[in-house]
Structures are given as C-alpha cells and as structure tokens.
C-alpha cells in the first residue's frame, strides 16, 4: 500500500511539473517572437528613416532649374552625310563635308566634262572593253567603227574627216592622239587609235573621246607610226633601219635584185617586179614579234607561169620552219597556208579564181598563239590553223615572180577576242552644264513631321561665271520627279560677285516634297548650256524644317544625376501636363525641345517635376 500510494504521489507530482514547463516554453517563444518583431519594425522603420533622410537628403542636393524658354520656328540645319550625284558637270576640289557648315572649306564643281577644245563643236565618249581572259597593254591598235557618211549629211563633219579627233583623258588632262582613218564619208568609217593605259579583263575604258564639228580644222595628228606596232606607206625611204632580208639591202639603193622596186609617184604606191625567177623573189620589211596581225595593200597587174610559186605571200618563220599565206591568179588560184614554202599544203580553200587583176585588195595574216590566219579583203580564208608555232617569229611580205604594186603595210598587237569600241551619246560643246543632287534628312524624332509647317533650302555658293542664273529643286514624291512648283520663289538667282545667299521656301506644298522617313532630295542645277565652262564652289547646302514650338533649356546645379518626369504648362485658364524623360547629368545644360508645345502672348507659369518630387519654375510674359 504504502508503494501503491508513493507511486500515485510521485505521478501528481510530475504532470504538475509538466503542465508549468510547458507554460514556461510558450511564455519563452512568445516572448522570443516578440522580440523579433519588435526588431524587424524597429529595423524596418530605422531603414525606412535612413531611406527617408537618404531620399530627403537627395532631394536636398539636387537643383535643377529652367533658365530659359523660348519660342521655336526651325528646325536645325540638316546637310547631306554623303557625296553629291553629278548628273552633268565634275567635282574638282574638296567633298561633301565641305559644304556642311558656313567656314573656309567648301567643296568646288565645274560645268560639264572638262572640254578639251572650244572650237569642236560635239563629242562622243568612247567605251572600249576588253574582251580577253588576260589584261590588255597599254598601246593595243583599237578600232572603233563610225557611222561618219551621217554626220557629214548632218552638216557636223567634214567630208575630209580632218576635224574627226581622238582624244584621251589621262586622269588629269585631255591629250589629243594620232588616229588613222579608213573609208572616210561611209557607213563603216575605220578609225585606228592606240590604247594609252591597260584595261583589265572584262573590264571597260571610259576615257576616249571622239571630238568632230569644227569648219575651219587643220594638221590633224595621223601619224601611223604612233597608231600601230609598225607602220610604212613607202612614201619615203624609211626601210634602210628595217630588218630586211634576201636581196634587198636598200629599197632605193643598190640591190643583188635586177627587178628592184621603185616609188611610183602616179600611182602613189610602190612598184614591184619580180621576174620569172624564183630565186629573184624578195622579202622587202620583216619584224621579229609574237601575236601580231600583219597586212599589205595589194594590187597585182601580171604574173610569170613558171611554177606554183607565183603570187603574193605574207611569211611568218623561225629559224627552221616558216608558213606562207599565199593568193595569186595562177597556180595558187585560191588563198591558202603552205609549210616551209612550196612542199606541204597545210590548208587551202576550194580552188577559184579569188582576186580581180589591176585591183586593190588587202592581204593580212596574224599569229596568235600557235594559230596562223588568213584574211583577204577583211574576209577570213584560213581560221584558226594549229601551226605548233612555239618560239617567236618573224613576219615578212615575199612578192614572187608577179608584177603589180604595193603599199601600207602595217603590223599591230593582236589579241583574241579582240577589244570592242562603241560610242556614247552625243554631247555639244555648248552642253556646259552643272547639275548636281545631294540627299538631306530631317530628323523626325525630334522634328515630327506633323508638326513642321514648311521647309527651307539655303544655298551659299559663289561662281567663275556670273551671267547665269541658278535654281534649286527638289524632288516631288507625289510626281516622282525633281520640281519647284509651289515654292516661293522660282525664277531663280542671278549671283554677283563673291560669295551668295540663295534661299527657297516650299510654302505649304513642302509635304510633297519630304518623303515620310524625312528625306528631302535637293538639286542645283544651272539655267542651261553656254559657252563658259563656269566652276562653282558651295560652302553651305542644307534644308530646314520650319516650325511653331517651344525650346525649354534646362541646367542642373546639384551633385547628382537629376531624371525629370512631368513638364506643366498653366496659364489663367488651363493647367496642362506633358510626359517627359529627360537625364541631366550633374552640371549639364539640356536643351529640350517641344513641337507639340505653342505658348501663346498670355502670362505663364512652366513647371518641371523630377523623380525625386522637386519641382523648378519658370514664369514669363509673352
């Protein structure tokens, strides 16, 4: 029993103990948790203080102001950021940049294509492309083929052909060359010229002129010598430097050759005869070349019948073979390419009876490569031959065993496919015009379009020439075409002296000439062609847009960075709140502009609020 009751003691006494230590923890937790929220606020609020003395102390330091508000009526001036397009004129001096602000540099542009003689009355430019795989030399033999029998009709060319000029610009001038013209007055006018600089392959040249329509042109530069590699008309004695061959050492000196040529003054060519024999042949000029085309003027009056070897022949040999092209009224009754002479027949063309006796006709043969050619009157009759030729040559004129004259043999570079030459279009010398288009853009994120009112173009430019007038355009995107309907001012400026001030304004028409990025595409153009190449220097071009707004200039005197939210506007009878964001780093000036802004002649009250809640203020009368 006494057990019995000692455990049922001991169990009372241990719930009781139980029950208090559990009101001890929650006493403990609750106050713990008390603790902590009371530490949190007391954080909270000791970090909302500090970020309300930071903010307040950050509103302290900062200070902006507006010290000054004015009306706008402009845009500023927009130039144009790339080089003009000169539709009819060159630039010579300076670039685009010179004409972006009113200073000493500007940029200068002279009427038309640099005229190389006032006295010619039309020109053509030329258009010389290289048809090869490889680059062209400097000093190729071209041909350009003219219509010249047309502009004789016309009355703009002499039927002599002596006011019918090439001309080359050499990058820094315009150089007359000499130029061999055949057939003149038909419909197929040859004209000969070399090239003075390479062309590349495929590539084109542009720097040939052909200058024509001057009455009273004399001496024209035709020295064959300076058209192709090797030239002789025979109407001198110049073959005593040439690389002659077999009998003949001289061509009027002393010769092994009873039948030695001699000038013919009638005919005004050279008359030959060979003799009935073979062994008299002779090899009257030879040049040592690689691709070369060669031709001699020939007219053959009688042959001797001895053997096949009769006829003219044109030779291209090396040191152990030689390939003749030949043409004769006898054996060789058709033209064709024999190897080593008389002993193997390498091509012929179907035998006939292929020239007319006591008539001129032209025999050329070319190597190209290890191809040899044969034309007759411009006629190919052998093409493309493989001859295996494989080291260089020498070409040379055989007359044998004919009687008969000859005369202009000549001896160019020859390429395949050979260069091709066409004509531009015709301009007059009178066509000194200047007509140059610049690009200008005006910035519609701070200039809207909606609010601008018109547009301006101002011009400072000064000219050589005063007595003619100047017009500024710009192009219409409504009519797709430059114009000046509907500005203000269209009879354009007749400048003096030194340096002008042109200005047009497009009135309320301007939306159709501003594109709607705010393009504004000006031209300046001269009032038509005279007989003065003026030059004319711009030191400013620019457009403006024209405008009713509000200019707003802003400082910020405080330590930090101020960010601006709200601008006001109040007046007597309205307050009115535009959006802003605007960044004014510390001790900056901003300048700020509203279109949409138009303060009128009452008193005003303008306001700026920042982020951080302060507030500068203007007034003004207007």
């Not at 540099?105 to 290289?130: H, K, P, V």
């Not at 004209?191 to 329509?213: L, V």
């Not at 531009?424 to 809207?448: A, H, K, V």
Request: hydrophobic share 35%.
């Amino acid at each position: 029993m006494l057990v019995y009751a000692h455990n049922v003691s001991v169990g009372r006494f241990n719930m009781g103990n139980a029950a208090r230590g559990k009101k001890a923890v929650s006493n403990v937790i609750v106050t713990v948790l008390s603790l902590v929220i009371l530490a949190i606020v007391f954080a909270n609020v000791i970090l909302w203080n500090y970020d309300m003395n930071q903010l307040d102390w950050e509103k302290i330091r900062e200070d902006v102001e507006i010290t000054d508000v004015s009306r706008v009526s402009g845009s500023s001036w927009f130039a144009t950021q790339t080089e003009y397009t000169l539709n009819t004129g060159r630039q010579t001096v300076g670039n685009y940049t010179g004409t972006q602000t009113v200073d000493d540099e500007y940029e200068s542009f002279t009427e038309g294509l640099n005229w190389w003689n006032a006295s010619f009355g039309n020109r053509r430019q030329m258009n010389i492309t290289n048809n090869a795989a490889s680059t062209l030399g400097s000093g190729y033999s071209s041909l350009l083929t003219v219509d010249t029998a047309s502009l004789v009709s016309s009355g703009k060319m002499l039927s002599d052909g002596r006011d019918l000029r090439i001309v080359n610009w050499n990058g820094s001038s315009l150089v007359e060359i000499d130029r061999d013209i055949i057939d003149m007055n038909t419909n197929s006018t040859q004209i000969w010229f070399k090239t003075r600089a390479e062309i590349g392959p495929s590539e084109t040249d542009t720097n040939y002129y052909m200058y024509y329509g001057n009455p009273s042109a004399q001496n024209p530069p035709e020295d064959r010598s300076n058209v192709y590699l090797w030239f002789d008309d025979f109407s001198t004695n110049t073959t005593t430097n040439y690389d002659v061959d077999r009998h003949v050492d001289d061509w009027f000196g002393a010769s092994t050759n009873i039948y030695k040529p001699y000038w013919d003054s009638a005919k005004n060519a050279v008359y030959f005869d060979t003799g009935n024999d073979y062994a008299g042949d002779w090899m009257p000029i030879a040049i040592n070349e690689t691709d070369v085309y060669a031709e001699m003027k020939m007219n053959i009056t009688g042959s001797y019948s001895i053997n096949t070897t009769n006829g003219i022949l044109l030779r291209w040999q090396n040191s152990s073979t030689f390939y003749t092209g030949h043409i004769s009224g006898d054996s060789y009754s058709s033209p064709c390419i024999a190897k080593n002479g008389r002993t193997t027949y390498v091509a012929c063309e179907t035998p006939s009876e292929y020239h007319v006796w006591n008539q001129w006709f032209t025999f050329a043969v070319a190597v190209c490569g290890s191809d040899l050619k044969l034309w007759v009157d411009g006629v190919q009759e052998v093409n493309g031959m493989d001859t295996q030729i494989t080291t260089s040559g020498k070409i040379s004129f055989v007359v044998s065993q004919s009687i008969g004259w000859m005369d202009d043999f000549k001896i160019r570079k020859y390429v395949e496919p050979e260069p091709s030459a066409f004509l531009g279009t015709e301009e007059s010398q009178g066509d000194n015009r200047l007509d140059i288009d610049g690009s200008f853009i005006i910035d519609i994120s701070t200039y809207p379009l909606a609010y601008v009112q018109t547009v301006e173009i101002r011009l400072r430019y000064r000219v050589s020439d005063t007595g003619e007038k100047w017009y500024l355009k710009a192009f219409n995107w409504t009519e797709l075409g430059y114009s000046d309907n509907g500005f203000n001012f269209t009879e354009g400026q007749t400048p003096t002296g030194g340096w002008n001030t042109y200005a047009v304004n497009l009135t309320d028409s301007w939306s159709s000439y501003v594109h709607g990025n705010g393009t504004v595409n000006v031209k300046l153009v001269d009032e038509g062609a005279d007989g003065n190449q003026t030059t004319l220097d711009v030191d400013f071009l620019v457009v403006k847009a024209a405008l009713d707004g509000t200019h707003f200039t802003l400082h910020n005197k405080g330590s930090s960075t101020a960010h601006l939210l709200s601008l006001w506007i109040n007046n007597s009878t309205h307050h009115r709140r535009f959006d802003v964001n605007i960044f004014i780093n510390a001790g900056d000036t901003e300048s700020y502009i509203r279109i949409d802004i138009r303060l009128g002649d009452e008193n005003c009250t303008i306001k700026v609020v920042t982020e951080r809640g302060n507030i500068a203020v203007y007034s003004q009368g207007y």
